[in-house]
């Protein structure tokens, strides 16, 4: 059966009841519809989460599809309630973009997912549609200043930093002339779109406390430069209020269930290769206060979504997971080792063998943050005994546990053995986590410290833009920003070409990006995008509706 199909037979149990678990009464749930609601931020209880228990989970280096973080976070949550640990698992809201591109929907697969599946994936309760409107009315705003001679603010239309964003994969969209058509239309200059899950607007809604930090942090966002190179912020155009007032239900977590009724939070969709790509820090804290363990993931692998959360979201929130859960697939591991995507199928320990040392680096990534590590290997059929064995020995070598997740086919059932394995982990308090970086260290020593610890990089190469970006930076007194390096998640290097385990390689950092409201800056390094395009036959191809509203493709 399908995801969609495996998901239509459960019976949701209604919202209420989902809610009682984590003793939430009925008057404090917002109801969207039977299955659905949000959390009003009262319920954060600072003292108690400080007391339960995080668990982060990452991957390796990922092959084009994934290896299903979301399914083993989901598969996860329910095995640890099977064992008896009240836990809740905390995710990201899927972007349209993807659901309609190259990965499908993001609510994980077959026995662990989370539900109502059409609706997450589609526009779910409408909060990244906030974040888009909020995002375009400071553009609106902008290009309304431009016209506006009586209360201009003198900003350079050439060095208008702030695009325009959508939620949807659109690469014609990357670059664009707009006000075009005469005075009447508006000042013509060069301008873009952005996906919206890549807006500075997502990545404050996931960085708040609340909705006051998420109102100031909103005016702190850099719009442009005026003709005198100086600064504009979107404070000075009034905007941060109306924003906020946008986004006043989109700042609220989301409730939803798994397939066996585990509480699921949901909230925010940043992405990992060119955000920080992990859900809000309200949602994350929601979690811990409501339940005894919190399962959460980040995007791509320990280089990317791992490594930000730990760096930015841990050090902005005082969060401190307690373990790392590293997911592993045979077919990536196989990938890694040279093998065709055609031929991930086929048997091939010597590939698991030769492709074993890019898990190796995300494993003694966990090491740099002292936070103790499991490596699940997500089943597959087409996994053979053999093939795992090799996974096994080598992280026993290392000093890793590594134990078979089969939670696509069985759900928590599957989970049973990697849940004992992280209780025990958690419980045996062998945790010491520390960030990887002060963020009072200079820009430079800060992107270098990623690159070279994390990435296995050699060191790191500024182009001429980006140099003058480390000087601007300066100058406006942003030195003691987070770093969320823009990267691609196929390679641990900036180049998607060089798999396994790269070495002898610089990174490039071709530009900087300035989101001051997220309190981070964004080094650009490859041929990184924030607009993703299609692919040659996109998911959206599959997808269809019937006279009864049973929506169909959706996996």
Not at 96 to 112: E, W
Not at 309 to 331: E, M
Not at 492 to 515: C, H, N, Q
Request: charge should be neutral; charged fraction near 20%; hydrophobic fraction near 40%.
């Amino acid at each position: 059966m399908t995801d969609l199909d495996i998901a239509r037979q459960v019976k949701l149990k209604p919202i209420q009841q989902i809610a009682s678990q984590l003793n939430i009464s009925d008057d404090d749930l917002h109801l969207y519809g039977n299955y659905k609601a949000k959390l009003p931020l009262t319920l954060i209880d600072n003292e108690k989460l400080q007391k339960n228990n995080l668990v982060l989970v990452t991957a390796l280096s990922p092959t084009p599809a994934g290896e299903g973080k979301t399914t083993m976070s989901i598969g996860l949550a329910q095995g640890l309630n099977q064992i008896g640990k009240k836990t809740c698992v905390v995710l990201r809201e899927p972007s349209l973009g993807p659901v309609f591109g190259i990965k499908g929907g993001a609510a994980g697969g077959g026995y662990s997912q989370v539900l109502p599946m059409e609706d997450i994936n589609l526009h779910f309760t409408g909060d990244i549609s906030a974040v888009e409107k909020a995002h375009n009315l400071l553009s609106a705003l902008i290009d309304n200043n431009l016209q506006n001679r009586k209360r201009t603010l003198g900003l350079d239309p050439r060095r208008i930093t702030w695009k325009r964003v959508l939620d949807m994969n659109d690469r014609s969209l990357r670059q664009m002339t707009i006000g075009l058509g005469g005075t009447g239309n508006g000042i013509p200059r060069e301008s873009g779109f952005d996906i919206a899950v890549a807006s500075e607007v997502m990545a404050i809604l996931c960085l708040s406390n609340n909705l006051m930090d998420l109102k100031r942090r909103l005016g702190n966002i850099l719009i442009g430069f005026t003709t005198a190179n100086q600064p504009v912020y979107a404070r000075e155009l009034n905007a941060q209020g109306a924003m906020a007032a946008l986004l006043k239900d989109a700042i609220k977590p989301n409730l939803v269930q798994t397939i066996e009724g585990t509480p699921a939070i949901i909230h925010g969709g940043p992405f990992a290769n060119i955000a920080q790509g992990t859900n809000s820090v309200i949602a994350t804290r929601m979690g811990l206060s409501l339940s005894d363990y919190v399962v959460t993931e980040a995007g791509f692998g320990s280089d990317l979504g791992a490594e930000k959360f730990l760096d930015i979201k841990c050090q902005s929130a005082g969060l401190k997971p307690k373990a790392v859960v590293i997911v592993a697939t045979i077919r990536a591991l196989k990938y890694h080792g040279g093998v065709d995507l055609k031929l991930l199928t086929e048997n091939n320990t010597a590939a698991v063998e030769k492709g074993f040392v890019n898990l190796e680096k995300h494993l003694e990534n966990s090491r740099l943050y002292g936070i103790p590590a499991v490596v699940a290997i997500n089943k597959f059929t087409t996994d053979s005994d053999e093939e795992i064995a090799v996974v096994k020995n080598n992280c026993e070598k290392m000093g890793f546990k590594a134990v078979i997740a089969d939670v696509w086919a069985k759900g928590g059932e599957g989970a049973i053995d990697l849940a004992n394995i992280v209780a025990d982990t958690v419980e045996n308090g062998e945790s010491d986590f520390k960030p990887l970086y002060d963020w009072e260290w200079s820009i430079e020593k800060k992107i270098e410290t990623i690159a070279t610890n994390v990435y296995g990089a050699d060191g790191v190469e500024y182009s001429p833009k980006a140099k003058l970006h480390l000087k601007r930076i300066a100058r406006l007194g942003l030195n003691g920003s987070a770093i969320c390096i823009a990267k691609t998640q196929k390679s641990l290097s900036d180049d998607p070409t060089k798999i396994g385990r790269p070495t002898g390689f610089t990174i490039t950092v071709r530009e900087i990006e300035i989101a001051a409201g997220a309190g981070f800056v964004v080094p650009i390094t490859g041929d990184m995008m924030r607009m993703p395009g299609l692919p040659a036959v996109p998911s959206a191809e599959l997808i269809d509706i019937d006279e009864d509203g049973n929506i169909t493709g959706l996996f």
